[in-house]
């Protein structure tokens, strides 16, 4: 039995954590509007999020008959890395449009989100950002409210490259019932607490991932979060794909370990040669994520 000191030192050792965690600061832009030329593929539109009060910013790709067929489609949503945000998905786009072109996907709607620099797709009521709520609870419906979409949770994929790889990995596994399937490509998704140091990142990004590792939260951890729902997982489909030469290989291994042990079907595919790339990922690899969701 657990004694009423043993609580006290565990109570007192976990202020003394939450007084020792360093403030985050966030710096977002969050409507980037896209210089002339910028995409062929692309539209850039706008959101008024009511839990943050503010314009967000989003793009939005349609398949090249949706003025015309009056047809409804799937949705996928990528998710960006980091450094990004709504705008830096054009060459993405273009991967898809050349696969819908060839015959070798299926026509879909694909929606790019800003959430933020940083902002690891959590919460962070403190700064008044808030990109997992307003994915999930503004833009999603905001989207099947103003395009033709197939509004049901087997038409509706999500996946991401990077921190937008951990990002899509998390939003799927907190909420299954939202979405069929899910890609990743390098997620970063290191479980902080236990080992802050990230191997082949700049000493600034470094700095970062040990302030924000004090903030670690078992809500947005995919370990954890794939273990608490994976009875709630049902149809959900899982890909993630890593490169041998990225500094995220650690990570989907222990991930696809991870899944591996809750007996959670998934596919998990190494590319040889590929560092942390986005253009490279999607060449060998990004066909085949669209047929995924499409599967």
């Known amino acids: 039995m657990t004694s009423a000191r043993t609580i006290v030192i565990a109570l007192g050792a976990a202020i003394t954590l939450l007084a ?42 349609l398949p090249s008959d949706y003025e015309t067929s009056g047809r409804r489609y799937p949705v996928i949503y990528w998710l960006h890395g980091s450094g990004g945000n709504e705008i830096s998905g054009a060459r993405i786009a273009e991967h898809l449009k ?14 790019f989100p800003n959430g933020g620099k940083k902002t690891e797709y959590r919460d962070w009521p403190e700064q008044n950002v808030l990109p997992e709520s307003m994915i999930i609870h503004e833009l999603i419906p905001h989207i099947d409210a103003t395009y033709r979409t197939e509004a049901t949770p087997r038409s509706r994929a999500i ?8 990002g899509a990995l998390k939003l799927a596994f907190k909420y299954p019932e939202l979405f069929g399937s899910v890609v990743a490509y390098a997620g970063s998704y290191k479980r902080l607490p236990l080992d802050g140091y990230f191997a082949g990142v700049a000493a600034e990004q470094q700095a970062w991932i040990a302030k924000l590792s004090q903030w670690y939260s078992a809500d947005d951890d995919v370990f954890e979060l794939a273990k608490k729902n994976g009875g709630r997982t049902g149809e959900l489909r899982v890909r993630f794909v890593v490169g041998t030469k990225d500094i995220a290989m650690g990570d989907a291994e222990a991930l696809h370990a991870w899944l591996k042990s809750l007996g959670l079907p998934h596919e998990y595919e190494i590319l040889l040669g590929v560092g942390h790339d986005g253009e490279a990922y999607y060449r060998k690899a990004g066909v085949r994520g669209f047929q995924f969701h499409a599967e």
């Open 159 to 166: 996946e991401g490259m990077s921190m937008g790889g951990n």
């Open 20 to 61: 020792e965690r360093q403030p985050l600061e966030f710096s977002v832009d969050w409507v980037n509007i896209p210089k002339a030329g910028w995409s062929t593929t692309l539209q850039h539109r706008t959101l008024h999020s009511q839990r943050m009060k503010r314009d967000v910013g989003y793009s939005i790709f």
């Open 98 to 111: 050349q696969a819908i072109s060839s015959g070798q996907a299926r026509p879909v709607i694909m929606v």
